[in-house]
């Protein structure tokens, strides 16, 4: 490995400083003071969680594209565990019109 200087850098010591010089140098300084407050998605202008169609047949047409044999997403869970919940895809769909429509089932 060669620095910025063109000088050879051999120890892992050496090499981890240099790294650590480069990213740093990239990284981008946040300024916290001045976070922008970010927008509320579910009723963002009448759109976000209302768009979108949810029903029994759509959730289980997904789920039954799962490979079990996949690792999980970025959620964290498995394809597996996914496929054992195509008993309650109907109180899930539920759930979810409930959050779309504001309403509470009278069950």
Do not use: H
């Not at 869970?77 to 895809?89: F, Q, T, V, Y």
């Amino acid at each position: 490995m060669v620095n910025d200087q063109n000088a050879v850098v051999d120890s892992a010591k050496e090499m981890s400083q240099e790294f650590n010089k480069f990213f740093s140098s990239v990284f981008t300084k946040e300024r916290t003071g001045e976070v922008p407050e970010a927008n509320w998605v579910y009723k963002e202008n009448g759109n976000g969680l209302n768009d979108i169609d949810i029903t029994e047949e759509k959730v289980s047409a997904k789920l039954d594209k799962l490979r079990d044999d996949k690792a999980a997403g970025a959620d964290d869970l498995l394809p597996r565990l996914l496929n054992c919940i195509k008993g309650i895809i109907s109180p899930i769909v539920m759930l979810f019109k409930v959050l779309r429509e504001e309403t509470v089932p009278s069950d």
